[in-house]
């Protein structure tokens, strides 16, 4: 079995939300209300807003068997700059 890790692309967004809402659905079915789960993904995970995230962060996605099994999303940190 071959794990990859890979940069995401756009082809993938169907794919990431698919695993973003399966996961989300599992991990947080006994805290967080479906309807206030749905509402977050719709956002957080729409096209757009993985457009932008995938063009001002660091995307990458992991293979087994060329399916999308999971992913990572991150942003830089500019340790000099304080927060106010």
Do not use: C
């Amino acid at each position: 079995m071959e794990i990859v890790v890979r940069k995401m692309v756009a082809t993938d967004i169907e794919q990431v939300r698919h695993i973003a809402t399966t996961s989300w659905h599992n991990t947080y079915k006994h805290s967080i209300p479906i309807d206030i789960q749905t509402n977050f993904l719709q956002r957080t995970y729409s096209d757009e807003a993985l457009l932008e995230r995938l063009e001002n962060s660091h995307f990458f996605v992991t293979q087994i068997a060329n399916q999308l099994v999971g992913f990572a999303n991150f942003s830089l940190l500019d340790v000099n700059q304080q927060v106010e």
